[in-house]
């Protein structure tokens, strides 16, 4: 079951490194989370995890992630990053990320995405708010 759940894992980051939300979200059970956990409420179901998906896109067009530590078991896996991009007023950035994620059947059932809050508000905030 782990070399599944690490297929499973291999599939679903490769649609985050493509930035493509139709696929990010046909990885999702019907009944699936994805909940950044940054202060706004988890999407729940494939449309609104494809919205959210689109809306990260949108506001960081060369959002990536640079793999940090990952660990695979049966029907999960928790994954460290450092998202990398560009923020909307033109500053590169460097962010810790961590993510639990569920597995069922063979697709993503729960996302659960913590970044460090301080530094994800410090680098997407407009420059005009930078003091």
Known sequence: MTAATHAVYERYHACW??????RIAAMHTTD????LHSGLPPARGREEIRA???ANFAQVPD???ELVSLNV???FWAVRFVMTG???????????LADVVLVRDGLVAEKHSYVDGVAM???????????
């Open 17 to 22: 490194a493509a930035r493509d939300p139709e």
């Open 32 to 35: 699936s989370v994805f909940h």
């Open 52 to 54: 959210a998906a689109a």
């Open 63 to 65: 959002l990536d992630f």
């Open 73 to 75: 078991g049966d029907g």
């Open 86 to 96: 560009t923020s909307p007023h033109g500053d590169p950035f460097r962010i810790d």
């Open 121 to 131: 508000r410090a680098a997407l905030r407009p420059a005009a708010a930078v003091s």
